[in-house]
């Protein structure tokens, strides 16, 4: 049981953005991520966050680039707060990287935010030039016994 609930006070104290006007972030590194206890941190399971409109900018002609993300991870003593992580990821909008550098960087901001038991991400960027290009990465072999399903999202097959 977490000190806050034991003080009678609420694990959702100190959010800020959950229930509030929230301005979107300028850039990834002004976004700002929130976590809460995990009323679990014993059981091993994964929570899952897609986001199937993710947008940033190629660094190099400025056009946008499009991806379907799943992110899966097996939390330890934090949850992500869900709000927190889509105005980060709506925060990629104007930044322009790679899809390489996009999606690792996600990911890492998250692992170092949260110290998950385990995370992993893909990022299923959609064709530029003709070419699709998806990352996959992951913070190493999944727990023991960790249902861990498919990330449910098909190869692109275009109009073919």
């Known amino acids: 049981m977490s000190s806050a609930r034991k003080k ?65 991870y097996a939390p330890a003593r934090w949850l992500l707060e ?11 909008r104007d930044h322009g990287a790679f899809h390489e550098d996009c999606t690792l960087a996600i990911a890492q901001r998250l692992v170092d935010f949260l110290r998950p038991r385990w995370l992993r991400i893909g990022g299923y960027w959609y064709p530029r030039g003709g070419m699709p290009i998806d990352v996959f990465w992951q913070t190493g072999r999944p727990p ?10 098909p190869p692109y097959r275009g109009r073919g």
């Open 8 to 72: 009678g006070g609420s694990i959702y104290a100190g959010l800020r953005q959950l229930g509030a006007t929230t301005s979107p972030p300028a850039s990834p590194g002004s976004a700002v991520l929130e976590r809460v206890p995990n009323p679990h941190p014993r059981k091993v399971y994964v929570a899952r966050f897609a986001a199937p409109e993710f947008t940033s900018l190629c660094p190099i002609t400025g056009q946008p680039d499009f991806a379907h993300l799943v992110i899966d």
């Open 82 to 92: 869900s709000k927190s992580l889509k105005l980060y990821l709506g925060s990629f």
């Open 144 to 153: 023991a016994g960790m249902w861990l399903p498919d990330q449910g999202v």
